[in-house]
């Protein structure tokens, strides 16, 4: 039998509970809506194609030289490349650094996304007298799938490729290395060049399994709870706090930084493992990507093609991320970033060009209108685009 005190106290409970979640995050101030009718001037829809591995990210050194040449591996980071980069990186030069010799001829970096301009910043970092050249059948980073990503902190998809407890521990390894070197970046008074910054991120009130089931507490804390703070997207709600790495800012940063430490840039396509094993280098490092698939033959990856369409910025207090998804389950994400506000998303598996079709245009269209209506608190309207759920993005 339940005493009085006993009842007295669980109904307290429950009443801290539900003004727990009814208090207004941001002690009350409301955000500035995006403007969905505002898109950018330039090139506001893109498309990607994410390099999705079902078993995780391949960052391991090859056992059977290549002809000779010692062989690394980072790629299959899916939507999670720019949040992975810097922390893959970092294992990257823990595994090539015992390789380098008197005898070692310089090594060789593939690909200028994210991951393969990280992997040859860290390893100029850390090695600073070894010659290093990057290459990548295109030196236009518009052309990477980097280029067209949002740039949040968030492992998005990795849930799903590591499960167990000790997988958990490998995934947590790569997220606090990179944000040791995000914060270091942050910290390093010059974040502004860098693109990066620190920015709220905003979600319904329901589990993120990224940020929830494989991002380590002391790397994402636990969020906040309740009430969003929109006009309309006003219902319960959690505040995360992450951080944002824009790709056009970045990217071209982080070039200008090779090229003033004398780390060589150059065009050169590869078809085979053998043009990869003709190189002058004696170690190389793979930050293909989904190119990985021909090139080395890796027919685990998949490929995870995208849309999202940048808005202009209307408010300097648009300083915010939105994901997560809609009330139904939708997939639907806003960043706001330093000079504009992408939208998105969408994930079509097993679609590997990058190349606008006419039945993009209706998809571009959903993207913009499932932002209204999630904006405009009628989130449980939203219509899926593809396959993707809300924890894809």
């Keep these: ?22 208090a207004a995050l941001r002690n009350g101030e409301i955000l500035p809506d995006p403007d969905f009718t505002q898109l950018r001037d330039k090139n506001p829809y893109l498309i990607g194609v994410r390099p999705y591995r079902p078993t995780g990210v391949r960052l391991e050194l090859v056992p059977e030289p290549l002809n ?95 499960t ?25 008074g010059k974040r502004q060049q860098y693109g990066v910054a620190v920015r709220n991120n905003y979600t319904v009130d329901r589990e993120v399994p990224a940020l929830d089931v494989v991002t380590p507490r002391d790397v994402i804390a636990a969020p906040k709870k309740g009430k969003l703070p929109f006009a309309k997207l006003n219902g319960a709600g959690r505040e995360y706090q992450t951080y944002l790495m824009t790709p056009a800012i970045i990217m071209p940063k982080l070039v200008e930084d090779l090229r003033a430490a004398n780390v060589k840039l150059e065009e050169r396509a590869f078809e085979t493992p053998d043009d990869v094993a003709k190189l002058p ?53 806003t960043f706001c970033r330093q000079d504009d506000i992408v939208i998105g998303g969408t994930l079509q598996p097993n679609l590997d060009s990058p190349a606008r079709v006419p039945e993009d245009d209706a998809i571009f269209a959903r993207l913009l209108s499932n932002g209204q209506a999630l904006f405009g608190g009628q989130g449980m309207t939203c219509v899926a685009t593809s396959a993707a759920t809300a924890d894809h993005h």
């Design 164 to 188: 167990t407890p000790e997988q958990k521990k490998v995934v947590g390894d790569y997220l606090r290395r990179a944000r040791d070197r995000i914060v270091e970046i942050q910290n390093g």
């Design 281 to 333: 280098q004696s170690i190389i490092v793979n930050c293909t990507g989904y190119g990985s698939k021909k090139l080395f033959g890796d027919e685990t990856l998949i490929a995870q093609r995208g849309h999202n369409v940048v808005l202009k910025k209307t408010d300097d207090k648009q300083f915010y991320f939105f994901s997560g998804g809609c009330e139904n389950g939708v997939i639907a994400y």
């Design 1 to 22: 039998m339940i005493s009085r005190r006993e009842l007295v106290t669980g109904v307290a409970a429950l009443v801290a509970h539900a003004n727990a979640k009814s």
């Design 68 to 162: 000779g040449k010692r062989l690394v591996h980072n790629y299959g980071h899916g939507g999670a490349g720019i949040t992975l980069s810097w922390g893959c990186a970092s294992v990257v030069c823990d595994l090539v650094q015992p390789l380098v010799t008197k005898d070692t001829t310089g090594i060789a970096v593939l690909g200028t996304g994210m991951v393969g301009l990280t992997a040859a910043t860290e390893l100029q970092r850390k090695l600073p007298k070894v010659p290093i050249t990057v290459y990548a059948k295109s030196l236009d980073l518009s052309t990477t799938v980097s280029w067209v990503a949002g740039g949040q902190f968030e492992p998005s998809g990795m849930q799903r490729c590591y």
